[in-house]
């Protein structure tokens, strides 16, 4: 089954313990992105990768880092969580930038930093 | 200003009426415009997707852009009560199309 898997689906963690969000596709996708949805304000992007080694900012950048080191994963990191950055997370991914292809969203990680 | 404005609703509809949605956006470069369709505690999945402007149907739902008015809509014919979702617009460009821009959504109510 065509998926985008993520984990863990909910966290709670104290401000300044770095974590680490996993997401993983088994499409062969080339592009994937993180997201944090938050209420009002929609999805923001924070960052994408066009493919492996290649990443690159989205709008909400600050305090993130990912890494693409092999096409299925797409780690967030969260080197000193902040209790801002606590949200509704989405990993997607599809074959092209999203636009011309259809985007496959993971099933969401919530995160609370206390 | 955001760059993508969308109105959050709740837009509350009976069974088998239109439902539109609408954004409007600033950035003049964006060519590339989404609609997405979200339940509760789901992640989003795209709808439909176009390319500069016009139409597209699909089914039950159109999607319109304009470009010169910066405004992009979704319709929605004989609305279900499967319909009842969050709606949201997306938009990149053409030089940025990995970049995408996303409005806040709006929450679709269909009434039986």
């Known amino acids: 089954e065509a998926q985008v898997t993520q984990n863990p689906r909910y966290l709670i963690t104290v401000t300044g313990k770095k974590l680490t969000v996993t997401c993983s596709q088994n499409?062969?996708?080339?592009?994937m992105s993180w997201y944090r949805q938050d209420p009002g304000l929609g999805l923001r992007q924070i960052y994408y990768?066009?493919?492996?080694?290649?990443?690159d900012k989205g709008d909400v950048p600050e305090g993130y880092k990912v890494s693409r080191k092999e096409k299925r994963n797409f780690p967030l990191i969260l080197e000193s969580p902040s209790p801002n950055q606590t949200s509704l997370y989405f990993c997607?991914?599809?074959?092209?930038?999203?636009?011309?292809?259809?985007?496959?969203f993971g099933p969401g990680t919530r995160l609370t930093v206390l | 200003q955001k760059e993508v404005e969308q109105d959050p609703g709740p837009l509350s509809v009976p069974e088998g009426a239109i439902v539109s949605l609408n954004c409007t956006y600033s950035?003049?470069?964006?060519?590339?415009f989404m609609w997405y369709r979200q339940y509760s505690r789901k992640g989003p999945e795209l709808l439909m997707y176009?390319?500069?402007?016009g139409n597209k149907e699909d089914g039950r739902f159109t999607a319109q852009v304009d470009k010169s008015s910066k405004y992009i809509s979704l319709f929605i014919r004989d609305s279900q009560p499967s319909d009842s979702a969050t709606y949201l617009c997306?938009?990149?460009?053409?030089?940025?199309?990995?970049?995408?821009?996303f409005g806040a959504g709006t929450q679709v109510v269909v009434t039986p």
């Open positions: 997607a991914s599809s074959l092209l930038p999203s636009g011309t292809d259809t985007q496959y």
């Open positions: 990768s066009m493919n492996v080694e290649v990443t």
């Open positions: 499409m062969n996708h080339e592009y």
């Open positions: 176009t390319y500069s402007s």
């Open positions: 950035n003049s470069a964006f060519q590339y």
């Open positions: 997306a938009m990149s460009a053409a030089d940025s199309w990995g970049k995408l821009q």
